[in-house]
Each structure stands twice: as C-alpha cells, then as structure tokens.
C-alpha cells in the first residue's frame, strides 16, 4: 500500500482513537459533520461538553487545483497547480483552566513535490512549571525515539511560529512544528508518532487536572488567555488568513477559536 | 485661532460631553489614563460598568515621523514623513443586548497634506427594523444640514469598509465614513457635527434601549455578534493591522474589542 492510501487511512484511524478519548469524558457523542464527494473527504467532530469545553477532531483528504495566488506560496507548483492533500487537525479547548489548550495537526501533502508537516504546541493558562517540564520531556521522548536533531529543531520552530510580535510572547509552552520534509526524508512513522504522542500527552494531562477546583479568578485568566489565542489565529496565523483570503469554508477555517473570549 | 489648535480643543470636549454622558448611567467614573509629553498627547478614558459593559473614549494629539513602510500609505508623505495628528475615537459595548455596539471616529491630520477623516456606525445584535430606519433618519439629517450629497456617498464607503469578506455579511447596519477632506473642502463644523449627532443618536438610544428586557438568548445572541465584531477588528480594519504592525500601543490599539465574545 502507498502512503496516498495508508496516510488518509492512519489519519482516519487517529481521529477515531482521540475522539473515544474525549467521548470517554463526555455524556454526549461528538457531532459529526461529513462532505464526500469524487476526490474529497472531510470529516469534522464537534463537542462543546462539560471537560472538552469545546474540542475539534477535524480529518480531510482533498483534492484539486490551487488558484493562482494561492499556488505562489506552495512548493512544487511552478508547472501545475494540482494538488492532494490529507491530514488531521485536532484543536482542544478545556472547561478547567488548569487544563492547557492543546492543539495538533499533521498533513501529507502532494503537489509537484511532496511532504509531510504538523506539530503540536499547548498553551496552559494558569502557570505551572512542574507541570512545562513534564511536557516538554514528553514530546523530547517522542522525538528522540526517530531523531536527536528534531526536538530542539522543531521546538525553535514551535516558538517561532507560535508567536504574537504585538504582545511580545508567544502562544503558549510551544511543542513542536515542522514543514517540507519529504516522506524519504522523515519516516512516516514519526509522523504517526506525533499523532499518537499528542493523544497520550493530552489525556494524560486532563487525567491530572480536569477535576482540580479552580477559583473564578482562574477562569478569568483562562478567559484572557483565550482572547490571546483569538488574537493569534486572526492576526498571525498564516493558515487562517489564507484560508479566509482564498475563499475557504469560514466555519471549518475558524473552528480553532475558542468557545469564549475575555478582552477586560 | 486656527485649526490646529482649535481641533484638538474640539476633540477634548466632545470628549468630555461624551464622558458625562456615560457616567450619567454609571456608579462610578471613567478610568482615565493620560499620556503627556512635548508634541504628544494621549488621554484615555475606559469604564467596565454596568449599563456601558465596556466604553472607551480616546483623545489623542500627536505628532512625529512616520516609519517608511508607514509613510508608504500616508498622502503627502513623499517629500517629508513628519504628521501631526489629532483626533477622537470612542467605542461602546452595551451590556443589554437591545443596544446597538457603537463606535465612531474623526480625525485630523496633517503631513504634507492635510485632511479631516471620520465617521461612525451601530451594531444591533437583535434585528430591529424601526431602528434602523430611525437611525438612518438620524444620520441623513445631520448629513444634510451641510452637503446633500454626503448621506448617500458616506453610506455607501462605511458599508464597504466595515464588511466581512468571509462571512459575507457587514459589520452592522452602518452609518457614515469618509476620509481625505481638506478642511477647505468640507466644513470642520460638519466634522463637528458627527460628533454631536453621533453623541445625541448614542444616548437617545441607550434611553430607548438599555433598560428593555432580555433573555440568554438575546444576551448569546449579542455574545455572537461581538465575535464578529472580533474579526473584523482583528482580520479586516486597515488601523488595527496597520497599527500593530508599526508597533503601536497594543493595549490602546486593541481597545475597541468587546468585554467578551463567543464563537459557540
């Protein structure tokens, strides 16, 4: 089998494996939002729950041919502007602000060249060193089990890409992204690694602290933080203003903001 | 006296008159935060109350050199990138939802050209036909006391300037915008004018407005239009951007977010 086939497939595979893990805190299914037709497939998961305060599981595999200022930014496109793509974006916003927002995606994506790129990054609201460490060991493990360059690689990326110049600091903790390695150059098995790594770091840590008590000042600053992920998304990330530039489905572009949002 | 120095005073007491009316709903006063030096004046005044859930009122007269790539979309900036500007913004986010979000703007600046620019404009977050007709009534008229031809151009600029490309929809029910009016061109008086009526059209409708019931409903319905209100700030206003990319005063760019937002 071919990574066309076996990458859409594992991309499926994980979206059902997170999705029973926030069912698992849930009372209700997730809702599901389907579109399928000849050369695409999207699958969105929703929930605004009791723990997963809003969580999207969003899986597509797409095809089709970019426009014109769209294909400018895209590697291998100078001769043909087709393109296929499929990947998972996961985006996690917790009721309990001791629970970090958490977020991930991993993409394959074919043009004249072809990659892979994705990353996960939390963005806690409530300050927690002990618990910073503990991530970020976690993700070196994970990188480290393919290659002892990644972890600090893509970590640098992580920050650099996950932050807000008019605030001066960045998203969150930061994690790890990276972008452009070909399927010869980064063991796809890496790639699934990420996915699986995600998953078990973000149960884990709603395990420890999504039954904590937090005080209203704590969601205040959960609020104000989430204003600050607000800020990003409309300001700085490349993938959003892109998507709304290039006529993109709104919904699914913005499905990443949180529930709520606090400038006071 | 000429306009430089007779705009500034304008602008302070339209600040005061506007200041007044706000704390006439209010227990407590505007929180005022003054910024003074040698060519450079910021004074503003923001209230978290109970009828005026947020409300900014800014006054500011500075003046200095525009950054290059600032100057670059500023007339009368090819020969000399100094400006002197003066001017005065106010933004209002009721707490009841049956009140129009508000915000309004004019200015006066001045390069190697110089230009009267301003405008404002009213969210409703419940439809309210008799409102808007109203409204528009009210906008017309003080339009027409100076210039026939403004109601309809002014219009027609605001309802294309604050619109959502990717929602496909305007950020309210408009109101008036214009910009680059030498103040030989157009009257100050006019530009006065907007202020006053901006001032009456506001406190008559919080008198008609902020005390009618509403239910969760409204109050999530106005929880949506403030996310709205949010993007457009963030993804489309021209002065937002521009603002934080030449490293403005974050806090005083991003005043006129609302209190809080939903996107649920």
Redesign the interface.
């Known amino acids: 089998m071919n990574l066309k086939e076996s990458a859409p497939e594992w991309f499926m595979e994980l979206q059902d494996m997170i999705t029973a893990g926030v069912e698992s805190y849930e009372s209700t299914k997730m809702v599901e939002k389907e579109n399928k037709r000849e050369g695409w497939h999207q699958r969105h998961r929703t929930i ?1 729950g009791d723990t997963f305060e ?1 969580a999207v599981i969003a899986y597509s595999c797409v095809s089709g041919e970019f426009k014109e200022e769209f294909a400018k930014e895209i590697p291998g496109t100078e001769n043909n502007k087709e393109y296929w793509a499929s990947g998972i974006s996961v985006i996690f916003h917790p009721m309990n602000p001791h629970v970090p927002a958490m977020h991930m995606n991993t993409r394959y994506i074919i043009t004249g060249k072809e990659w892979l790129g994705g990353g996960f990054d939390f963005t806690p609201c409530l300050p927690n060193d002990d618990y910073e460490l503990w991530y970020h060991n976690k993700v070196k493990e994970l990188c480290d089990n393919h290659d002892e360059s990644y972890y600090e690689d893509f970590r640098k990326k992580c920050d650099e890409y996950f932050y807000l ?3 001066n600091e960045t998203r969150g903790i930061g994690g790890i992204f990276y972008e452009y390695f070909s399927p010869q150059e980064m063991s796809f098995e890496f790639h699934k690694d990420v996915g699986k790594g995600f998953f078990e770091t973000a149960m884990k840590t709603f395990e420890m602290f999504h039954t904590k008590e937090y005080t209203d000042a704590d969601k205040a600053a959960q ?1 104000i933080k989430r ?1 600050r992920y ?2 990003f998304n ?2 700085n990330d490349r993938g959003t ?1 892109f998507g ?1 530039k290039t006529g993109g489905d ?1 919904e699914a ?2 499905a990443s ?8």
């Open positions: 605004y809003k110049p008019h605030r609020q204003g607000v800020e409309l300001l203003r709304l709104t572009i913005l903001l949180p529930p709520t949002a606090d400038w006071r």
